[in-house]
């Protein structure tokens, strides 16, 4: 009986013990766990933000006005803007049948010649000015400059070439992108309203910035010539398109050149062109009128 007194103690200090052990465990089990859920759920957001790339910029795209521009810029200076320009040649035509363009990299000198050194400058200076003017809604200075501009041809060809692209471009434009003030502004110009005028104009009217305009301008210019180049010499669409790349950067600096441009700065050294456009005027078989 005494022994099993001695054993009863012993037996419930056993229990006890056993019962505070595993208590400590559990505790020590779930406060770790704890813990640990909790550095798992503190650190799980900071490595998914350090982890993740960092968000691309898209961009902040165009705004509505920026939009429009450009839609009225591709339109207007589209070759499917019917103003005619794919039946001038500006006097590539003689060129090719006197001897001077005979392929690809010819076409291409002559071009980059024409377009940094003659009529293609001169044209961005006076598409410049009338921008200008009819941006200010200076009347006496748009006539002006529209006049010289009309002036300003070395042949009858040309002339003709520049005026019905002009006249055909005013038309156009007033007819199906009518805008406000724009009566008056070519009114303004009197009956010499020649292209580079006439796409001045008209991207002052519809508050088109005159880079772009600028730009717009020239690379409509350059293709039409590299399309009659193409047909005449003749060249595939591939050397065309090369053509047309190399003058890039030759177009970016024609047009900066222009817009900071005075009068005073207008001239040509491309005589040759000249020469070939007064020879088309009597030129035997032709297939451009100029």
Not at 50 to 64: H, I, L, N
Not at 204 to 228: D, E, K, R, T
Not at 246 to 267: C, H, I, P
């Amino acid at each position: 009986m005494r022994n099993r007194l001695m054993i009863m103690p012993r037996m419930i200090m056993a229990i006890i013990t056993t019962v505070i052990t595993i208590t400590t465990v559990i505790t020590t089990t779930i406060t770790t766990t704890s813990i640990a859920t909790t550095i798992i759920t503190t650190i799980t957001p900071m490595l998914m933000t350090t982890s993740e790339p960092a968000a691309v910029d898209a961009g902040r795209g165009m705004t509505a006005d920026e939009a429009a521009a450009l839609y009225r810029l591709m339109t207007w200076l589209s070759p499917a803007f019917p103003v005619g320009a794919f039946s001038y040649s500006s006097g590539i035509e003689w060129a090719v049948e006197a001897g001077d363009i005979t392929d690809a990299a010819s076409l291409r000198d002559w071009l980059a010649a024409m377009l940094g050194e003659g009529s293609g400058f001169c044209d961005a200076v006076f598409l410049a000015r009338a921008h200008r003017a009819a941006s200010a809604q200076d009347a006496a200075g748009l006539r002006e400059i529209a006049e010289f501009a009309a002036a300003f041809v070395p042949s009858r060809e040309r002339q003709l070439e520049t005026s019905t692209q002009g006249r055909a471009f005013i038309e156009i434009a007033r007819s199906a992108w009518a805008c406000a003030g724009l009566d008056d502004m070519i009114a303004a110009c009197g009956s010499a309203t020649v292209y580079p005028i006439a796409v001045g104009l008209v991207s002052a009217g519809h508050a088109v910035p005159l880079g772009p305009a600028m730009h717009a301008f020239l690379h409509a210019v350059v293709s039409n010539w590299i399309s009659a180049g193409a047909r005449l010499v003749p060249l595939g669409q591939t050397d065309s398109q090369r053509i047309l790349a190399s003058l890039e950067a030759d177009v970016a600096s024609t047009a900066k050149r222009a817009q900071n441009a005075s009068l005073d700065d207008l001239g040509s050294a491309t005589f040759r062109a000249d020469l070939a456009s007064l020879r088309h005027e009597t030129q035997y078989t032709r297939l451009f009128r100029s």
